[in-house]
DNA sequence: CCATTTTACTCAGCGAGCTGAACAATACTG
DNA sequence: CAGTATTGTTCAGCTCGCTGAGTAAAATGG
């Protein structure tokens, strides 16, 4: 049968569980007014600012795609984006009073919530088969 | 550092690891004319014709999104849409012979190439892992 | 049998990924 | 120092997810 998750390719199990629990995580998020993109990318300035291209590396995205993202974070007033004066091709991009407010909130919720992930057997031998993965296919 | 994959949610690493494995086949894929979405429909009428919103369902994707990619099948000529004659609701979404002669090549190009999710230390694991998420998030 | 509900699909619109091409600012180099 | 290359960002345009709303056909039920 064809609907039978055995015979799926391991590729295909991977993005269709992903998609699966992102959704599930995503649904909360935009109660709070986030998205899965702009959570990633708010995790990677908690620490302080940094350029555009700087978090789309470690976001593992296109800088195209960061800068739409960040456009969108930026909108909601959840960071700034200035030039850089030191570079003016650069965009320092820092997070704002409510963006470290609404980001602290969705790590909590992160870690206290029941993950969706957590459902599995073994879920850190998930977590380290993912890293490997990710390791393995730099951009 | 927020660069350390070891920071990252085990849900952050799903999408990523997905969405990276993803776009490694799908470039082979594209060089052949057919998408990841396309092919993952065409796996669920191989064996024979069905409607969308069967297809859509063993694929764990929304009629809407099916509806598109059926739709970018059937311009490619890789499958027929006819008005199933017993319930004119349905759409009887059937294979072609181009459609299933690229089918066939895929799944052996996908068989024989090295698989990116191979990489991984224990890939047995991995595949039964990714079972038993996308069992438990049923849509 | 007609009215209502359910089913199957489509349309519109959005976010998030991608590629390719353009642009301005900086860095290199002869 | 002028000319070229590189860097950082944006614009245009595509696919693929999603939701919400609309339509036509079939099923239900009073």
Redesign the interface.
Known sequence: M??D??SW??????????????Q??ESTLRAHGLT?AGL?AL??I??GPRSQREIAR?C?VTDQTMSRTVEHLERSALVTRTVDPADERRMRVQITESGNELYRAMIEL?RTDA?????????G???S?????????Q?
């Open positions: 064809t609907d998750l055995e390719p391991t590729g295909r199990l991977l993005s269709t569980a992903a998609r699966l629990v992102e599930a995580w899965h990633v995790h990677t908690a620490d470690a593992r992160e993950q969706p992930t957590a459902v599995v057997s073994d879920p031998t998930l977590r088969l993912l890293i490997e993965l990710v390791r393995s296919a951009r």
